[in-house]
């Protein structure tokens, strides 16, 4: 607890600040409602898995250990798709590389347990002195390491490093005392005020970072709380204490993370954190010699002592530090860095994680949660020489088409909910400078040179990402009383096929070209020609409901010019009661198109309109072979569609006809229906016409971001 707050007006009302949110009481605290709106989650470590979507792995201060998705099921994540799996205060988690269903985590003083998380059986696996052995001294924050080299071995700290490679089963200690072991930093039992407090957090002189060469697992290193950086050579045989190597480094400095360089053996990166003696610099390293000599990292531009660092996968040069207030990130290995200021506050980054296959940046906050950068693609190509172009065009990751999914939920407003990163390629690029006078706008083209899309291009300077969901414009649906029921993916264009796009991005008279790869769900289970059958079917459907809307469009208006004529006339008239016949007989017509009669939108009348896009809507919600019922209804509702036209045809041939020989007799405009083309250039860029009362909001299909 570490706020309290009473209402000087009614006492009965109290707030309650903790490690685990905020909680209020209205009758003098015998019940607390916890105020689930405020995303304050205080992290130590993440890691991920490889399901997909992946889930991240995490400890809480004082509130245990959890499992949350990247993504959740109908587009947000919320609080119920986590699910605890450790106690106490939570600091490292991982789960099994080989069995996503085992996951390791640990708790103050280096409580390590193995769980199952499908029958959440725990097995307790902390090591514990043999005989003649002193006492293990565990950090508060002990460090747990899978190996990246095999998944069966995992690493914890003590002041020795322990290594098992059955899952914990058995710990084999290959170090000495690493720390200093200085007895003068070891007196945590005579620690407290008035009691006693001895909480495990008072221990020092510990291992507190753990890390593995993944191009070598002989080499191995470990940092310590008391400013030791030790390094082995021959898997922990021998070990060499190469912190006093680091220039302008202040003896005794807590070693806060030690990264194995991924691309060579001998290099590793380190940041040192000594705001607890008063030292509030920022110090981060790098070797390239197994320690023997050091490069400093840190510039002016950074602020906050440094927690975590971080290389990149892929690029060498790209990387990532994590300080006490926010992200900063290198793209010239260290030589300048700039905050990471898209959408993350000045909040203290407390580990960082690279997802391998997805590209994804993870990120573990003291007082803000998890955040994901999604898709680190466009920084890995962001060099010095782009940084100087104009406008660079970087690439994205490929884009997979998310299996359609939707949950009929009604949680209220008491909850944050994070949303699902968005369903479409990205095409991205870097702008040198703002944008300011002219166009700025990205077309997307398909293998034919088809325009396929145009949106709205950001024009913020740095990198600038624009959303394409995959998918053509929403289709064309005559406006009518009655809403669409059966499927949202009625108000949604068709997708288009996987394969290859490119991408122009045009600014002013200068034109740049990229490309974006889109491909089916990995999950997916539909067989390439299931894809196309639902694609031929659906595009028909998708040009029916545009000739349906355009015979409507045209009923309509020459209902609506037939009644404005007819106004302008005398009671009694013959002409007039020949437009007013043929008006009639128009919206007699039109009742067999759309949905007219009483009752609003949930009215449940359906006709030619309703029909078809309740057909549309079911056919392009599944990625899959449509339904037998489904593929028949094209002959159906394709037969009455062409008797549709061939009766507008009719009408106008016929009776609107008549009518216009008559208005020419009187010198009088004739009635006039627009041409398909005209229509089309016209209004048939009009998209999904819904009834004026909605019960539901619509988000937007495609986004312009600036990072």
Same mark, same amino acid.
């Given at each position: 607890?570490?706020?309290?707050?009473?209402?000087?007006?009614?006492?009965?009302?109290?707030?309650?600040?903790?490690?685990?949110?905020?909680?209020?009481?209205?009758?003098?605290?015998?019940?607390?409602?916890?105020?689930?709106?405020?995303?304050?989650?205080?992290?130590?470590?993440?890691?991920? *898995?490889?399901?997909?979507?992946?889930?991240?792995?995490?400890?809480?201060?004082?509130?245990?250990?959890?499992?949350?998705?990247?993504?959740?099921?109908?587009?947000?994540?919320?609080?119920?798709?986590?699910?605890?799996?450790?106690?106490?205060?939570?600091?490292? #988690?991982?789960?099994?590389?080989?069995?996503?269903?085992?996951?390791?985590?640990?708790?103050?003083?280096?409580?390590?347990?193995?769980?199952?998380?499908?029958?959440?059986?725990?097995?307790?696996?902390?090591?514990?002195?043999?005989?003649?052995?002193?006492?293990?001294?565990?950090?508060?924050?002990?460090?747990?390491?899978?190996?990246?080299?095999?998944?069966?071995?995992?690493?914890?700290?003590?002041?020795?490093?322990?290594?098992?490679?059955?899952?914990?089963?058995?710990?084999?200690?290959?170090?000495? *005392?690493?720390?200093?072991?200085?007895?003068?930093?070891?007196?945590?039992?005579?620690?407290?005020? $008035?009691?006693?407090?001895?909480?495990?957090?008072?221990?020092?002189?510990?291992?507190?970072?753990?890390?593995?060469?993944?191009?070598?697992?002989?080499?191995?290193?470990?940092?310590? %709380?008391?400013?030791?950086?030790?390094?082995?050579?021959?898997?922990?045989?021998?070990?060499?204490?190469?912190?006093?190597?680091?220039?302008?480094?202040?003896?005794?400095?807590?070693?806060?993370?030690? !990264? #194995?360089?991924?691309?060579?053996?001998?290099?590793?990166?380190?940041?040192?954190?000594?705001?607890?003696?008063?030292?509030?610099?920022?110090?981060?390293?790098?070797?390239?010699?197994?320690?023997?000599?050091?490069?400093? =990292?840190?510039?002016? #531009?950074?602020?906050?002592?440094?927690?975590?660092?971080?290389?990149? =996968?892929?690029?060498?040069?790209?990387?990532?530090?994590?300080?006490?207030?926010?992200?900063?990130?290198?793209? %010239? &290995?260290?030589?300048?860095?700039?905050?990471?200021? @898209?959408?993350?506050?000045?909040?203290?980054?407390?580990?960082?994680?690279?997802?391998?296959?997805?590209?994804?940046?993870?990120?573990?906050?003291?007082?803000?949660?998890?955040?994901?950068?999604?898709?680190?693609?466009?920084?890995?190509?962001?060099?010095?020489?782009?940084?100087?172009?104009?406008?660079?065009?970087?690439?994205?990751?490929?884009?997979?088409?998310?299996?359609?999914?939707?949950?009929?939920?009604?949680?209220?407003? %008491?909850?944050?909910?994070?949303?699902?990163? *968005?369903?479409?390629?990205?095409?991205?690029?870097?702008?040198?400078?703002?944008?300011?006078? &002219?166009?700025?706008?990205?077309?997307?083209?398909?293998?034919?040179?088809?325009?396929?899309?145009?949106?709205?291009?950001?024009?913020?300077? @740095?990198?600038?990402?624009?959303?394409?969901?995959?998918?053509?414009?929403?289709?064309?649906?005559?406006?009518?009383?009655?809403?669409?029921?059966?499927?949202?993916?009625?108000?949604?264009?068709?997708?288009?096929?996987?394969?290859?796009?490119?991408?122009?991005?045009?600014?002013?008279?200068?034109?740049?070209?990229?490309?974006?790869?889109?491909?089916?769900?990995?999950?997916?289970?539909?067989?390439?020609?299931?894809?196309?059958?639902?694609?031929?079917?659906?595009?028909?459907?998708?040009?029916?409901?545009?000739?349906?809307?355009?015979?409507?469009?045209?009923?309509?208006?020459?209902?609506?010019?037939?009644?404005?004529?007819?106004?302008?006339?005398?009671?009694?008239?013959?002409?007039?009661?020949?437009?007013?016949? =043929?008006?009639?007989?128009?919206?007699?017509?039109?009742?067999?198109?759309?949905?007219?009669?009483?009752?609003?939108?949930?009215?449940?009348?359906?006709?030619?309109?309703?029909?078809?896009?309740?057909?549309?809507?079911?056919?392009?919600?599944?990625?899959?072979?449509?339904?037998?019922?489904?593929? %028949?209804? =094209?002959?159906?509702?394709?037969?009455?569609?062409?008797?549709?036209?061939?009766?507008?045809?009719?009408?106008?041939?016929?009776?609107?006809?008549?009518?216009?020989?008559?208005?020419?007799?009187?010198? $009088?405009?004739?009635?006039?229906?627009?041409?398909?083309?005209?229509?089309?250039?016209?209004?048939?860029?009009?998209?999904?016409?819904?009834?004026?009362? $909605?019960?539901?909001?619509?988000?937007?299909?495609?986004?312009? !971001?600036?990072?």
């Amino acid at each position: 607890h570490h706020a309290l707050w009473i209402n000087p007006k009614n006492p009965s009302e109290m707030l309650l600040g903790t490690d685990g949110g905020v909680y209020m009481s209205y009758s003098q605290g015998r019940q607390w409602h916890h105020m689930g709106t405020l995303p304050v989650a205080q992290f130590y470590h993440v890691s991920y *898995d490889m399901a997909r979507p992946y889930r991240v792995y995490g400890g809480l201060q004082d509130n245990g250990s959890w499992s949350g998705p990247s993504a959740g099921l109908g587009g947000t994540i919320q609080n119920k798709d986590w699910f605890n799996i450790g106690g106490g205060d939570g600091f490292w #988690a991982y789960a099994d590389a080989a069995d996503p269903d085992i996951v390791y985590a640990e708790s103050q003083g280096g409580e390590i347990t193995r769980r199952r998380v499908s029958t959440g059986e725990e097995k307790s696996i902390k090591p514990m002195p043999g005989a003649g052995d002193p006492p293990y001294r565990f950090n508060w924050n002990t460090p747990i390491q899978t190996s990246p080299n095999d998944p069966k071995t995992i690493y914890l700290g003590s002041q020795f490093l322990f290594r098992s490679r059955d899952r914990g089963d058995s710990w084999e200690k290959i170090s000495p *005392d690493l720390s200093t072991n200085d007895p003068k930093k070891q007196q945590q039992m005579k620690s407290g005020g $008035l009691t006693v407090d001895n909480s495990s957090a008072e221990n020092h002189t510990t291992i507190f970072t753990i890390g593995e060469s993944p191009k070598n697992p002989q080499v191995i290193w470990a940092g310590t %709380d008391d400013g030791n950086l030790q390094v082995t050579r021959d898997g922990g045989k021998s070990w060499t204490n190469v912190a006093p190597n680091a220039p302008g480094l202040p003896k005794g400095t807590w070693v806060s993370c030690v !990264e #194995a360089g991924r691309f060579e053996e001998g290099t590793a990166f380190a940041t040192f954190d000594g705001h607890q003696a008063g030292d509030m610099k920022t110090y981060v390293y790098r070797t390239a010699d197994f320690g023997k000599t050091w490069k400093p =990292l840190a510039r002016d #531009a950074i602020s906050g002592y440094a927690h975590v660092v971080r290389q990149d =996968l892929v690029n060498p040069d790209l990387l990532f530090l994590g300080t006490e207030y926010g992200l900063y990130v290198s793209v %010239d &290995g260290g030589g300048r860095w700039a905050r990471f200021t @898209g959408k993350l506050p000045k909040v203290a980054v407390r580990d960082i994680a690279i997802h391998p296959r997805d590209g994804d940046l993870i990120l573990a906050t003291h007082g803000r949660g998890v955040y994901i950068v999604d898709d680190l693609t466009p920084l890995r190509k962001l060099t010095r020489q782009a940084l100087d172009a104009d406008l660079v065009m970087l690439p994205s990751r490929t884009a997979a088409m998310a299996i359609p999914a939707s949950v009929q939920d009604f949680p209220g407003d %008491d909850e944050y909910v994070a949303f699902n990163p *968005d369903e479409a390629a990205t095409i991205t690029y870097y702008l040198k400078k703002r944008h300011i006078f &002219g166009d700025l706008k990205v077309e997307i083209y398909d293998a034919k040179g088809q325009l396929l899309s145009t949106l709205p291009g950001g024009k913020r300077r @740095g990198i600038n990402r624009v959303s394409w969901p995959m998918r053509l414009s929403p289709p064309k649906l005559p406006p009518a009383n009655s809403l669409v029921i059966g499927s949202q993916y009625a108000l949604f264009g068709p997708r288009v096929l996987p394969g290859t796009y490119t991408v122009k991005l045009i600014q002013g008279d200068k034109t740049y070209t990229s490309q974006v790869e889109i491909v089916p769900d990995p999950r997916s289970s539909h067989s390439a020609q299931d894809r196309a059958t639902q694609h031929e079917t659906v595009m028909t459907l998708y040009g029916m409901l545009g000739r349906l809307t355009y015979v409507a469009d045209t009923v309509k208006s020459l209902e609506d010019s037939a009644q404005e004529r007819a106004k302008k006339l005398p009671a009694g008239d013959r002409l007039r009661r020949q437009l007013e016949t =043929l008006a009639g007989s128009l919206e007699t017509f039109r009742a067999t198109l759309v949905a007219t009669g009483p009752g609003g939108w949930l009215s449940g009348e359906e006709q030619l309109r309703e029909k078809m896009a309740k057909v549309y809507g079911g056919v392009n919600g599944y990625d899959g072979r449509p339904t037998q019922s489904q593929i %028949d209804q =094209l002959k159906v509702l394709g037969d009455q569609l062409t008797k549709a036209e061939a009766k507008l045809n009719s009408i106008q041939s016929g009776e609107v006809a008549a009518v216009n020989r008559e208005l020419a007799t009187r010198k $009088l405009e004739p009635l006039k229906a627009k041409s398909r083309e005209e229509w089309e250039k016209q209004d048939g860029k009009r998209t999904a016409a819904l009834p004026a009362f $909605l019960p539901f909001t619509m988000s937007p299909l495609a986004a312009a !971001e600036n990072d």
